[in-house]
């Protein structure tokens, strides 16, 4: 009873841990979490979107090794890093995560994780650029909509994460 009581506090834990989208025009922003069905629902899986102050947009897919409460804090610690480093320097993506690696290194020397971290620039009504940089992660799919496929369709499979 009392491991029950405890895996759902660390499920909670995990949700909770999952970012608001911003709005942000003209995109349409949607994230789908699918825990394993076969392990347990926390873990060190995680996705962030965020506005830095210069105007670009931050997208980041990570994983922390694990399938364990530990995995859960040590995601957090590192996705709140990526955050202070990303709004604190202008650099391209593959400087980001290099400071980041560093900052792992550290502060967790035995600790595992893989992140993809994107910078989607665009003007307003202008084209979109996309440069992002990976460690130890598959790299982005880029894959345009087929057609008879429309958005929102994607969006309400996708769900919204939670506010």
């Not at 759902?8 to 970012?19: F, G, K, M, T, V």
């Not at 392990?39 to 105007?55: H, I, K, M, R």
């Not at 202008?90 to 595992?112: W, Y």
Request: overall charge positive; hydrophobic content about 35%; charged content about 20%.
């Amino acid at each position: 009873r009392l491991h029950r009581e405890t895996q759902r506090i660390a499920e909670r834990l995990q949700r909770s841990l999952l970012p608001s989208l911003p709005d942000i025009a003209p995109l349409g922003l949607a994230a789908g979490y699918e825990p394993s069905q076969t392990t347990a629902e926390v873990g060190g899986d995680w996705y962030d979107c965020f506005v830095l102050p210069q105007g670009d947009i931050a997208l980041i897919i990570g994983d922390v090794t694990g399938h364990d409460l530990q995995a859960t804090v040590t995601m957090s610690q590192l996705r709140n890093m990526l955050r202070g480093i990303a709004c604190d320097r202008q650099e391209p993506a593959g400087k980001i995560l290099g400071r980041l690696d560093r900052a792992n290194h550290t502060l967790h020397p035995s600790t595992t994780a893989t992140c993809v971290y994107a910078l989607l620039k665009g003007e307003p009504g202008g084209p979109w650029v996309v440069e992002w940089s990976r460690a130890g992660h598959p790299p982005p799919l880029l894959i345009p909509l087929p057609p008879g496929i429309d958005a929102p369709a994607l969006h309400r499979r996708a769900r919204r994460a939670p506010r």
